[in-house]
């Protein structure tokens, strides 16, 4: 390891440092991403982001790289998320994110984890050399959609803004497994901060939509399959549109096999803006 950095866990960071390095970290990226110390706050609880199981660059009292991991004991068990990794421009070409990687990957073995997994932009080939040097291999594609929807001849539905959902039974409405940040436990961290819209019949829900009102993320939308091909999934985006009137809507991490999401989301005016790899990494226990 360069002598210049020490690696060390982030318990002691404050949220102000931790912002402000994400920041410059991710202000030339691919996606240009910059966070408030309230969005930095949802972030680490919806992805239930450890500091003692983060770990941090330091030249000094500098922090210069760090990686941000996430976990969940109860649904993922000895499974860590990469909910960030990043090195500040003045520090970048001197490996840190590699070394980031190899100390934490031992030192979290010795805790039991032994799954790691993160999403990683596809042109993004600096870091995807670090990653499958590490060992990590290619878990799914994945595709990223904004913009503002339209979907003509929308049969009017009535789509009802519910308090909850029930949750055991939502992973038969899927066609792909969410990705750590939209998945249930993220959903149920938040759930204050969230809208829950469905479509109910009868009083059951048949059709549902998890959203984010302030960012316009769309975590999750999905119709059960006995009832598709009614017009449920179109008026829930409109819905959605209608009440989110001051920014785009987006939905991040589409399974790229998920065919039938795809052509929805195109069809409904939504953009494909960037692909991603997910990625995973099993080391020995």
């Known amino acids: 390891m360069n002598r210049l950095f020490h690696i060390v866990t982030l318990e002691d960071i ?15 990226y691919l996606v240009k991403l910059q966070l408030t ?3 930095m706050l949802h972030k680490i609880k919806s992805e239930n982001i ?32 990469n909910a960030g990794t990043g090195v500040v421009p003045a520090h970048r070409g001197k490996q840190i994110a590699g070394q980031l990687y190899t100390h934490a990957i031992e030192a979290l073995s010795r805790q039991s984890f032994f799954t790691h997994q993160l999403e ?25 959609f904004r913009g503002r929807p339209s979907a003509p001849g929308v049969a009017v539905i009535p789509v009802t803004q519910v308090n909850v959902l029930p949750w ?20 149920q961290r938040v759930s ?5 819209y469905a479509i109910l019949p009868g009083g059951k829900p048949l059709a549902y939509a998890i959203v984010n009102p302030l960012t316009g993320r769309v975590h999750q939308l ?8 009614r017009g449920y999934a179109g008026a829930l985006i409109m819905k959605i549109a209608e009440d989110i009137t001051n920014r785009d809507l ?19 005016n939504l953009e494909p803006f960037i692909e991603q790899y997910e990625l995973k990494l099993y080391t020995a226990n």
Not at 52 to 71: C, K, P, R, T, Y
Not at 120 to 129: E, H, I, Y
Not at 168 to 187: K, R, S, V
Request: hydrophobic content about 45%.
């Open 222 to 229: 999905a119709v059960h399959p006995l009832y598709r091909r």
């Open 168 to 187: 055991d039974e939502l992973p038969g409405f899927w066609n792909h497994a969410p990705t750590w940040q939209n998945d249930i436990p993220a959903m």
């Open 120 to 144: 990683v932009a596809v042109p993004n080939l600096k870091a995807m050399s670090v990653y499958t040097k590490l060992g990590f291999h290619l878990h799914r594609k994945l595709v990223c």
């Open 14 to 28: 404050s949220l102000e440092q931790l912002t402000d390095t994400f920041n410059a970290a991710f202000s030339d």
């Open 250 to 268: 987006s939905m991040i991490n589409i399974d790229h096999s998920d065919v039938a999401t795809i052509a929805f989301l195109k069809a409904c």
């Open 50 to 81: 450890s500091m003692a199981l983060s770990f941090g660059a330091f030249a000094g009292d500098e922090l210069v790289g760090f990686i941000l991991h996430g976990s969940d004991p109860y649904y993922n068990p000895g499974v860590l998320y």
């Open 37 to 39: 110390t309230d969005q």
């Open 192 to 196: 204050n901060q969230l809208r829950f």
